[in-house]
């Protein structure tokens, strides 16, 4: 396995930025797990107390360095110490060997609608098909998740017009690769 790079610099828009997790995210982590809606469209541990999320949080680094996964926190760039986790979003199932990878994200309820989740997916979108060189990145959002279903088209997927288990399967692939180059690899 070769581990997954950091994104170096760490990966900044206009308003929000992506960082690694941090033991004192536990807290947060545990109540974004607890909120109905990510519950709801996500899985996440049962019962989603901080000492599962401090788990989770030790086990990053893990994951990145076997090459598996990677999960970064979503902050406020005007925010001086970025402590405050206004989302997740991440890469998991990475398969370098075939260019390809899912990706994943929620945001803090009380962050919602102002473009978090936009811009988080896009930034580590950009980044995992340009400078990590992957050829496909796949998202899977419930047919009634209006909200991700946006996120995931302003961040440049597409419906791959094959559903999974009711869900919409999109896809997104570096800038100028069309949909024939890879369509039976995904
Ligand atoms: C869906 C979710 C990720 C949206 O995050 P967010 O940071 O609020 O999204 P954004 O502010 O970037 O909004 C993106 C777009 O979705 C729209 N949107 C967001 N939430 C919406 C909702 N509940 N219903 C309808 N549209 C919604 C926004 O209006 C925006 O559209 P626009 O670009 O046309 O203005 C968030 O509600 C969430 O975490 N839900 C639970 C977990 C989840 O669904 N994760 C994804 C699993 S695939």
């Not at 690694?20 to 109540?31: I, K």
């Not at 370098?96 to 102002?114: E, K, S």
């Not at 473009?115 to 400078?131: F, K, Y």
């Amino acid at each position: 396995m070769i581990a997954l790079p950091l994104p170096e610099p760490p990966l900044a828009g206009t308003r929000y930025g992506l960082r690694l997790w941090t033991p004192e995210d536990a807290s947060a982590l545990a109540a974004a797990w607890a909120d109905p809606e990510i519950r709801r469209r996500m899985p996440v541990p049962d019962p989603a107390h901080e000492a599962a999320a401090a788990n989770w949080i030790g086990g990053c680094a893990g994951r990145r360095t076997a090459g598996l996964a990677l999960d970064l926190a979503v902050v406020d760039l005007s925010e001086p110490n970025r402590a405050v986790v206004h989302g997740e979003v991440g890469l998991s199932a990475v398969d370098r060997d075939r260019g390809i990878a899912r990706i994943g994200w929620w945001t803090a309820p009380a962050h919602r609608r102002r473009g978090v989740a936009t811009e988080a997916v896009s930034l580590l979108a950009q980044w995992a098909l340009g400078p990590l060189g992957l050829e496909a990145l796949v998202a899977e959002v419930d047919h009634d998740n209006a909200g991700s279903l946006a996120v995931a088209r302003t961040a440049g997927f597409e419906d791959l017009g094959r559903p999974v288990d009711g869900r919409t399967v999109l896809i997104a692939r570096p800038p100028g690769v069309v949909e024939g180059g890879i369509t039976g690899r995904v």
